[in-house]
């Protein structure tokens, strides 16, 4: 079995799929994808006609031609299946399918990210948007604590923990650097432990990219009233 995986460094949707193949051990060849360039690419655009990375090219020894997958919760379930027997989600279905239902809530998060980027820190509505984060963030600590962490569903991550931790990142980055909180200081204590569970995980840590080459793509978005705060 042979495996490409073409991405993109900075984006957090193909993080997810970076982290778990180093979890799995999975040999892979990486392929750098320059993101407004070779994605519009005709070449790329025949792999994945929406653009976008993460991209995977397989090539099954029982099957005779390669395939490509793409979309990243797509190329997750892929190699849960092929390289981990099905083992990261949990063991009943109904919990497997809220392992699903978190992993596509996490879009909620994205679009609050968006927004807080867009937002005068100024204004009424940034601590409404810091409200709705939490509010999001909340979904991760209810469910720890339920499952008694220190992950979603107990003591082993699964595909739902790895589908959050990149945009997680992200939101404490725009946190802390824009609107000065820390993102620990939301009084959600299970999902503080979750986040200090996964900043010692070191598949995760070797994908993690240093403050200096995220930060220019935040600034890229934000409003103008946030760029001062870095000042
Ligand atoms: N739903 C997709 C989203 C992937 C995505 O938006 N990737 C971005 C980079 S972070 C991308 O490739 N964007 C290319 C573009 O919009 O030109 C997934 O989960 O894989």
């Not at 939101?171 to 900043?199: A, H, M």
Request: proline share 6%; charged share 30%; glycine share 4%.
């Amino acid at each position: 079995m042979e495996v490409s995986f073409l991405y993109a460094p900075i984006c957090p949707f193909a993080q997810r799929t970076w982290i778990l193949l180093k979890k799995l051990k999975v040999p892979f060849k990486e392929v750098i994808i320059e993101l407004g360039k070779d994605n519009k690419e005709p070449w790329f655009l025949e792999l994945n006609p929406l653009g976008k990375v993460p991209v995977l090219r397989v090539r099954e020894a029982a099957a005779q031609k390669e395939a490509v997958i793409y979309e990243s919760l797509v190329c997750n379930e892929y190699l849960n299946e092929v390289y981990a027997g099905n083992k990261l989600l949990p063991e009943y279905a109904s919990q497997r399918a809220l392992a699903r239902i978190l992993s596509t809530r996490v879009d909620s998060l994205v679009s609050v990210l968006f927004k807080l980027l867009k937002t005068n820190p100024e204004e009424d509505g940034a601590r409404e948007l810091l409200q709705e984060v939490r509010k999001q963030l909340q979904v991760i600590d209810d469910q720890v604590k339920l499952s008694e962490g220190p992950f979603l569903f107990g003591k082993s991550w699964t595909l739902a923990d790895i589908a959050y931790i990149p945009f997680v990142e992200r939101v404490s980055i725009v946190l802390s650097q824009f609107f000065k909180k820390d993102i620990r200081d939301l009084g959600l204590s299970y999902f503080n432990l979750w986040l200090d569970t996964w900043e010692k995980d070191p598949e995760y840590l070797e994908t993690k990219l240093p403050l200096d080459r995220l930060l220019p793509v935040y600034k890229k978005y934000a409003h103008e009233g946030l760029l001062k705060r870095l000042e």
